[in-house]
């Protein structure tokens, strides 16, 4: 007791790494650039390095390291299978590579498995047993703990709340589906279903943001504008927010859990515009009330932080630190 852990979140634009104490505590922090165009070796190069820039003085103090890193991704082999945002990252025995360069146990889980146990051992799942943790921004990616323990699945593959179907006609998916609810309300969705609306002749105030240049239009703008009263760009977020409702009920029905976390930059940052329609159909649509009138949706609370603490609750679930 009273070592430390290393935590370190890859992402797909900056490498965080920090040295922790198991409370939470963050002794001492960096961050770099993935930089992940110059491809794997680069970048395992830089995470390596990393680490070896928070070790504190006596090395042997360090107890264990945990990375949080972009899916799919074989928790309990530690292997990346592959890492959209990450060219050349496809099977990298992650966890080994870690463990042979510093002689340490080593954990890797998947960014958004790991940021549910976050919320849940330092966030707004404390006490929880029970939770789905749902991150809706470029992807939207999942979390789901039943009884204390997160869902992995046999082969470590679960919680891809993002890639349930919830509209079997619906636009093409990143991951070769078609209508998953990524594909209808992650941000890059959004955007995608007002240029399409406009394209189609339909007016809106983003024409003339972007002036007139459609692939300029993001998520963020069509929340400018719908916060600005243009009926497109509402109706945008409105379809975003049903259909996350629509996939809500699903696991409510499924899974029964005590609270959903939202996270994730379109969650967090696009207030009633998203949440009203998904509340609004979540009342309508479930089977009963018992489903959600004592189970709170709330926003995730650790912010740009929640990585670094997903690899430091995953490194304390592993050791079954409760
Ligand atoms: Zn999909």
């Known amino acids: ?28 922090r960096i961050s770099d650039l993935t930089r992940a165009a110059e491809g794997l070796d680069a970048v395992l190069d ?54 042979r360069e510093f002689g340490v146990p080593a954990y890797a889980g998947n960014d958004a498995n790991v940021a549910a146990l976050a919320e849940q051992r330092f966030g707004a799942g404390q006490g929880i ?19 204390d323990r997160m869902v992995l699945g046999s082969r470590g593959l679960a919680a891809e709340v993002g890639h349930q179907i919830v509209f079997p006609d619906g636009p093409r998916c990143t991951c070769g589906g078609k209508g ?33 240049d459609l692939n300029r239009i993001t998520a963020r703008l069509v929340n400018e504008a719908a916060q600005a009263g243009d009926a497109l760009a509402q109706q945008a977020f409105h379809r975003a927010g049903f259909y996350l409702g629509l996939g809500i009920i699903s696991l409510m029905h499924i899974l029964n859990p005590a609270i959903f976390i939202l996270g994730g930059s379109v ?56």
């Open 46 to 99: 830089r995470l390596i390095g990393s680490v070896y820039a928070v070790l504190p003085d006596r090395v042997e103090d360090v107890e264990a390291i945990g990375v949080a890193a972009p899916g799919p991704l074989d928790p309990r082999t530690g292997v990346v299978i592959s890492a959209g945002n990450l060219p050349g990252w496809t099977n990298v025995p992650l966890k080994n590579i870690l463990e």
């Open 180 to 212: 998953c609810l990524e594909a209808i309300s992650s941000g890059p969705a959004i955007a995608a279903y007002a240029v399409e609306r406009i394209s189609a002749g339909e007016p809106s105030v983003l024409t003339a943001m972007v002036d007139g």
């Open 1 to 28: 007791m009273g070592g430390f852990i290393v935590a370190v979140d890859l992402g797909g634009t900056q490498i965080r790494t920090a040295l922790c104490r198991e409370d939470g505590t963050i002794i001492k």
């Open 267 to 322: 969650a967090l940052h696009s207030g009633n515009l998203l949440w009203e329609p998904m509340h609004k159909v979540i009342r309508e649509r479930a089977m009963s009330p018992l489903y959600w009138e004592h189970t709170p949706i709330v926003p995730a609370a650790l912010g740009d932080d929640v990585g670094l603490l997903g690899a430091l609750a995953l490194v304390l679930a592993e050791r079954g630190t409760v």
């Open 129 to 147: 047993h029970d939770l789905v943790y749902i991150t809706v921004s470029t992807g939207i990616g999942g979390g789901i703990i039943v009884d």
